[in-house]
């Protein structure tokens, strides 16, 4: 009969067990856990991201030394000043007093139009202020990680179109030093509202349509753009539905209607008017309706006659070259059949293109992801299209961007 050990022998300096690892660190439990929530296109285009922040914020820098905002100044204004511009003050003055001063029903506005903004970055921005106490920091936080959830969408997007990893770097590379890409490190919406819909149009990609219409609902909140995105979801959803009979996530696509209903309410309740917003767009903007050649025939004038100075010249030649620039996309989408992607680009494109004269239409370019997954692609099968793009952004983002920076008119 064999004798069964009650437990282990005692250890001998000869035989002593071997010692147990170490648990991992905070640190290396963090790069374990974002390794699997990133691959390695993720990680590319956060590390594009990061490079081209700096290059920004270096401009910011520069430009307040170089364009001080009193003449003959001999020390720099505060660095966060070079970003508090334009419509920023609009969503601070919304976060920080809301949008009436008077009570419910008595109609009264503070006089700045600032009705035509959606609360969903301002609310978002309040809520941040309360632990960043300085709004501005609050607001260039919101955009710094949103641009960072929008960036890893846009490359995943663009792997999913493409189903080729350089086309994801690629695309990520172009949209971050596109002329316009300052409003990405302002505390403007265009951030928050990619940081929405590029993972609504992923979801959608994927047949995920509850979560598509949820980030929808969301992104609708921030911009009125994103009913235009829940239209390209109802066009994508009836070619799902063609394929693999997808009827029962129809009732999704009422989701985004949601926060227009809501806000229109709440601005019917001041004022009498469920589109007070959109009155306010006519005040402020000019963006009463007009035929699409006249509203060509307008900007052509502002841009090339002398109505306007040299300044806001420049910026309607850049609205008119946005708007071919948005035509000839249009025109591939469609000759592509990429009915989904034209449905948002067309809107977009008529809701911009038959105000009065074209305002904002270069830096609406931001939401144009198929231009950016499209030009990644073309420089794929054409390896020069992209030290054309880089040589001929590369000046005008600058440009852009010190524009913007030192206080002048950049849309």
């Not at 960072?148 to 969408?153: D, E, H, L, Q, R």
């Not at 239209?231 to 989701?255: C, K, N, Y």
């Not at 030649?317 to 009915?339: F, H, K, S, T």
């Not at 809701?351 to 992801?369: D, E, I, K, Q, V």
Request: proline share 7%; aromatic share 12%.
């Amino acid at each position: 009969m064999s004798l069964m050990p009650l437990g282990p022998a005692p250890a001998t300096r000869e035989h002593a067990p071997a010692p147990e690892p170490a648990s991992p660190g905070w640190a290396a439990r963090c790069r374990r856990r974002a390794a699997r929530l990133l691959d390695r296109g993720d990680r590319e285009a956060l590390w594009l991201y990061l490079l081209t922040r700096i290059s920004l914020w270096g401009t910011a820098y520069c430009t307040r030394l170089l364009f001080p905002d009193r003449p003959g100044a001999r020390e720099p204004a505060p660095l966060l000043t070079a970003f508090e511009r334009w419509d920023w003050h609009h969503y601070l003055h919304i976060a920080r007093d809301g949008y009436f001063p008077g009570p419910m029903g008595s109609g009264a506005t503070y006089g700045d139009n600032r009705e035509a903004f959606f609360p969903g970055f301002p609310m978002l921005l309040r809520a941040v202020h309360t632990v960043v106490p300085h709004w501005t920091a609050a607001g260039l936080l919101i955009s710094l990680v949103a641009g960072a959830v929008a960036v890893v969408a846009l490359g995943r997007t663009a792997r999913w179109y493409t189903a080729h990893a350089e086309a994801g770097r690629r695309t990520v590379l172009f949209f971050l030093v596109s002329p316009c890409a300052v409003f990405l490190v302002a505390g403007y919406t265009e951030a928050l509202f990619l940081a929405l819909a590029l993972p609504a149009w992923l979801a959608a990609l994927r047949h995920h349509w509850a979560l598509a219409a949820l980030l929808t609902a969301l992104a609708t909140t921030v911009r009125v753009s994103g009913l235009f995105l829940a239209a390209a979801l109802a066009v994508h959803l009836v070619a799902a539905t063609r394929a693999g009979g997808r009827l029962r996530a129809l009732p999704w696509l009422a989701l985004p209607a949601a926060p227009l209903l809501l806000y229109g309410g709440y601005l019917a309740a001041h004022t009498g008017d469920w589109t007070a917003w959109k009155h306010a767009q006519e005040r402020g903007w000019y963006r009463t309706f007009h035929l699409p050649w006249d509203a060509w025939s307008a900007t052509w004038e502002a841009a090339f006659g002398d109505r306007h100075p040299t300044g806001y010249a420049l910026m309607f030649q850049a609205e008119l070259l946005a708007m071919v620039v948005g035509i000839v996309l249009l025109c591939v989408l469609a000759r592509r059949r990429l009915w989904p992607e034209a449905a948002y680009l067309g809107l977009t494109l008529a809701a911009l293109g038959t105000s009065y004269w074209y305002m904002s239409l270069p830096r609406s370019t931001l939401l144009w992801w198929p231009l950016w997954v499209g030009l990644a692609a073309l420089s794929l099968r054409r390896p020069r299209v992209k030290a054309v793009y880089l040589c001929l952004a590369g000046p005008l983002t600058t440009i852009l961007a010190v524009t913007f920076l030192s206080g002048r008119w950049a849309g």
